[in-house]
């Protein structure tokens, strides 16, 4: 007979294992579901002590996106753990019937059951992938016979690329969307990259490609990859007229296997295009790939003189192009290279020059990219380069960042998916950040002997799951003053961001 202290216990530990369990979900869910994915992140610190921690959300209670997937996975769940705990048969019993005779017969059930959550939600999640391919496989069908009835006058545009896709894409549905009209493009979120978001956003707008006009109408999307032949299948049921390749970074190296299974990867792109392909010149390994090929593309480089008088200021850059006076109200020279790409594919799609310099000096701030706003009381200057998930992303923002008078501060997390290239990678930002005087705030456990090493008494390692995290971050936030600058990098708690945005 079960004691007032065990079902006091048992409801305890019940109630941390489906906050576990929630936990899981959410975080296969981030990740796709891909079990490569996973395995870049068990090679962190923090990966592998998630796994067997009992309390692994810093929040009250995890919440996955409801989707298909998700209520597939938790019926399986639901299923193998019946299985597991309750089966009764003549030669086989579960977990559940051993203890029944024990001192605590629903506590150590639990324990166990709470212990192999992690195990169990793997299961389900590969048991999953069978009707999900299924599923895929007629949604790639569908959305290739849907497109062979989009009009003549359909423009499709691809864009990837290891970094610079967001704000590429961006520039072009800017400069589209200006001239020929809102209603006449369609393009996808950037956080719906890959090729089922792509397909479901295509069949979702079924009117779109294939209503007929007189006007050109676009299609862009911006497209990412994790291995070989992900590209490859956006582009059979895509077709697209156009691709823009970006640049060629070692950006889930991990994932690819090397950094030519990258190129090789990214290069997909351009293989797929109908009509025309853009590509970075100034990005040794497109510039490589494309020699060694005989596909036919178009070199946008500034290096070869293509954008003249670059200058960059704290709220805008500036450049001379096709005769016109340009202003990107973006900072940083980097972006020049993204705005290129999206000026020249604009300009092939009929826009003039001078409209081309009229639009982009109109277009918005890119919240998914480099931007700079001035704290209302205080007057420091915040950087927020939230999505950034590259080397050569963090690199140009810390170039930006040297720029600044007064204090410099920076606030990171470690890179993921870089493979074998992450010690170099991330050793390249600390001396940069070196460099640059910056105070350096790093928010885990990965790289952080490397970068005391490297950068000294300005780095401050700390633990975001800390309450002395926070309080420290609060008394640096006080000690603020108009000429400092702050940039925050990367994907950081909403906790730690709104130290510094409230």
């Known amino acids: 007979m079960m004691g007032i202290f065990e079902i006091f216990f048992s409801f305890i530990l019940g109630v941390l294992a ?43 209670f995890p919440r996955p996106k409801r989707s298909f997937r998700i209520l597939l996975i938790c019926t399986i769940f639901l299923f193998l753990n019946t299985f597991l705990f309750f089966i009764k048969t003549p030669h086989l019993s579960g977990i559940y019937w051993f203890f029944q005779e024990s001192r605590f017969p629903l506590f150590f059930p639990l324990l166990i059951f709470e212990r192999l959550i992690w195990l169990t939600v793997f299961v389900s999640v590969k048991l999953s992938e069978i009707p999900v391919k299924i599923r895929t496989k ?44 809102a209603e006449s493009v369609l393009y996808n979120p950037a956080n719906q990259n890959n090729e089922i978001a792509i397909a479901r956003m295509l069949q979702k707008n079924k009117r779109f490609l294939t209503t007929r006009t007189k006007k050109k109408k676009f299609v862009i999307i911006e497209t990412g990859a994790y291995k070989r032949g992900e590209l490859a299948q956006v582009c059979d049921f895509f077709q697209p007229d156009v691709s823009i390749l970006t640049a060629i970074g070692n950006q889930h190296l991990d994932l690819f296997g090397s950094q030519r299974n990258i190129q090789l990867g990214k290069f997909e792109l351009a293989q797929g295009a109908h009509k025309t392909v853009y590509f970075n ?62 000026l020249e594919c604009a300009k092939e799609q009929g826009i003039p020059a001078k409209k081309l310099a009229q639009y982009l000096h109109t277009i918005p701030s890119l919240k998914r990219a480099l931007n700079k ?71 885990k456990d990965d790289f952080k002997k490397l970068g005391k090493q490297i950068i000294g008494p300005n780095f401050f390692a700390l633990n975001p799951r800390q309450n002395t995290t926070i309080q420290i971050l609060k008394i640096l936030k006080k000690t603020l003053e108009k000429n400092d600058h702050v940039l925050i990098e990367g994907k950081i708690p909403k906790t730690i961001k709104q130290i510094f945005t409230t």
């Open 18 to 60: 489906i906050r576990t369990f929630f936990w899981h979900l959410q975080n296969w869910q981030l990740r796709e579901y891909r079990t490569d994915r996973m395995k870049a992140r068990l090679k962190t610190v923090e990966g592998r002590w998630e796994i067997f921690s009992i309390w692994v959300f810093p929040g009250i």
């Open 138 to 181: 007629k949604l790639f069908k569908s959305t290739k016979k849907l497109l062979k009835r989009t009009p003549p006058n359909l423009v499709k545009i691809a864009i990837g690329g290891s970094y610079g896709k967001s704000s590429t894409k961006e520039i072009l549905v800017h400069l589209l969307t200006q001239h020929f009209g």
């Open 281 to 342: 010149a100034d990005n040794h390994l497109l510039e490589e790939i494309f020699n060694s090929s005989t596909i036919e593309a178009t070199p946008i480089a500034v290096s070869q003189a293509k954008a003249e008088k670059i200058r960059s200021y704290e709220n805008r850059t500036t450049f001379k192009l096709y005769g016109e006076h340009f202003v990107l109200p973006w900072p940083g020279k980097f972006f020049v290279q993204n705005a290129l790409l999206g």
């Open 373 to 443: 706003t001035t704290h209302p009381q205080q007057q420091y200057t915040l950087y927020q380069d939230l999505y950034s998930a590259n080397a050569q992303g963090v690199l140009s923002a810390i170039q930006h960042l040297q720029k600044s008078n007064g204090r410099r501060i920076f606030v990171s997390q470690p890179l993921l998916e870089l493979g074998s290239d992450a010690q170099t990678s991330h050793q390249q930002i600390f001396e940069a950040l070196k460099e640059c005087d910056a105070e350096v705030y790093w928010l």
